[in-house]
């Protein structure tokens, strides 16, 4: 049976694990509100990009003339993964799962004769699949977006990709990262960016007297050929932004529980501390009185 | 008239894929377009353009009420808006001129020791950016 001395330090190294856990908690609670209203500030963007892309969205199934990120390569031999994970740890299941999702991603990939090429965002996702997959990794990026999180930071990483892409270096490029639900689930998320996939047709296509119909300038691929990387980088970006959002929601949650646990067992230690002080004093007494009766 | 004569503003907006950075009605604005600077009136014919790095002049009556440099980007006009997607906006009252030919001499130099042809001209178009901002600043023509 531990001493009392024993217990009195377990208590309090475990009150002091509950502090820093409760701080953690607060300051994932505080920078996740940030991040949520980083991702929602990209709202008007998205809505209008995705809107002059819908409009010249028809050039989008012309083989001869559309783009080669919109046509491909037509093949899809070589693939690309981008794996958004964090440079943090003590986020719960944040890094596991996405990592998990992209092993099996990977094995289901290979296992169909296709090679694969990864491209890691953060520390922890690197860390993890170095160990089986090291050699597949062409690049990683660590401490992106320190302080905040900007534009810039996507565009790095989406020069990279369409150098890659200019160099014939893959075919089919996708994004792996944690989709923001709320505070307790984060949805591990798919996406493919190169070639780009179509946006369903718009309804005024149909219907030409609906909306207005445009003019371009200098001319519909232009436009398109500058709109779509435009809109890769942001797609990264939004990516990116979830990805920090669900983060700090994963660790708030992970933090809340650990905060939680810790409180159970200065519960259970406490009473188990009572518990031997009483049996030590009984003992005492005991000795002290049978002591007394011996005389 | 779609409105009415009472409302013949056009609303501007500037996009940022961080931010809404501008959303306001205007007399009229004028905007970079690739292929020469146009301005856009109440109910002017619906147009896509892509934008060259330069200068969006804001307009109240006949007085320019703001200037904008932006570093390209698109630009989408229907008969009662104008939406200008960029990626960097800053009014040009905030950019410091030394700091702009700082910069510009900078790429100048870099372009230089530039080896590959990828790197010449991706450093070739943050040239022509920055000399546009030194141009937009300075209202002096830069020589190349």
């Known amino acids: ?295 | 008239m779609r409105q009415g004569i009472m409302s013949n503003k056009v609303e501007f907006e500037l996009v940022s894929p961080e931010r809404l950075l501008v959303s306001q009605p205007v007399d009229m604005v004028v905007v970079p377009g690739t292929e020469g600077y146009f301005g856009v009136l109440y109910d002017h014919i619906p147009v896509m353009a892509t934008l060259r790095s330069g200068v969006i002049d804001i307009y109240e009556g006949n007085r320019v009420a703001d200037r904008i440099f932006i570093d390209g980007g698109f630009c989408e006009v229907s008969h009662t808006t104008c939406t200008v997607l960029v990626e960097t906006a800053i009014k040009l009252v905030d950019i410091d001129p030394a700091k702009a030919q700082q910069e510009y001499e900078n790429l100048k130099e870099d372009l230089e020791d530039a080896k590959t042809e990828i790197e010449r001209t991706a450093i070739g178009e943050r040239l022509e950016i920055a000399r546009t901002k030194v141009e937009s600043v300075t209202g002096q023509p830069v020589k190349l």
């Open chain 1, 1 to 295: 049976m531990p001493s009392l001395k024993d217990l009195k330090n377990r208590i309090a190294s475990v009150k002091s694990t509950q502090k820093i856990t409760a701080a953690m908690k607060m300051v994932a609670a505080s920078k996740l509100r940030r991040a949520q209203e980083q991702a929602e500030a990209t709202r008007p963007y998205a809505e209008r990009i995705s809107h002059m892309l819908e409009t010249v969205a028809p050039y989008y199934y012309d083989v001869d003339t559309g783009p080669r990120l919109v046509i491909g390569t037509g093949s899809d031999a070589v693939q690309l993964l981008i794996v958004i994970t964090s440079d943090r740890g003590l986020c719960g299941g944040f890094n596991s799962s996405i990592v998990r999702e992209s092993r099996r991603r990977i094995q289901q990939l290979q296992a169909d004769g296709k090679t694969v090429k990864l491209i890691c965002v953060g520390r922890k996702g690197r860390d993890q699949l170095k160990r089986d997959y090291g050699k597949l990794i062409v690049h990683s990026y660590e401490d992106l977006g320190k302080p905040r999180l900007s534009f810039a930071d996507a565009e790095t990483i989406t020069e990279r990709v369409l150098a890659m892409y200019e160099g014939g270096e893959y075919d089919v490029c996708s994004v792996v990262y944690n989709r923001f639900k709320s505070v307790i689930s984060q949805i591990v998320t798919i996406q493919q960016l190169v070639p780009v996939p179509a946006p369903p047709p718009k309804a005024s296509l149909e219907n030409p007297d609906e909306g207005p119909t445009y003019e371009f300038e200098p001319d519909e691929e232009t436009l398109l050929t500058k709109l779509v990387p435009r809109n890769l980088s942001f797609q990264i970006y939004r990516a990116l932004l979830e990805s920090a959002a669900s983060e700090q929601g994963a660790r708030m949650s992970a933090m809340d529980n650990a905060t939680r646990n810790a409180s159970d067992m200065i519960n259970k230690l406490t009473l188990n501390y009572n518990r031997t002080r009483q049996a030590v004093i009984t003992k005492e007494l005991i000795e002290i009185i049978s002591g007394a009766e011996a005389l």
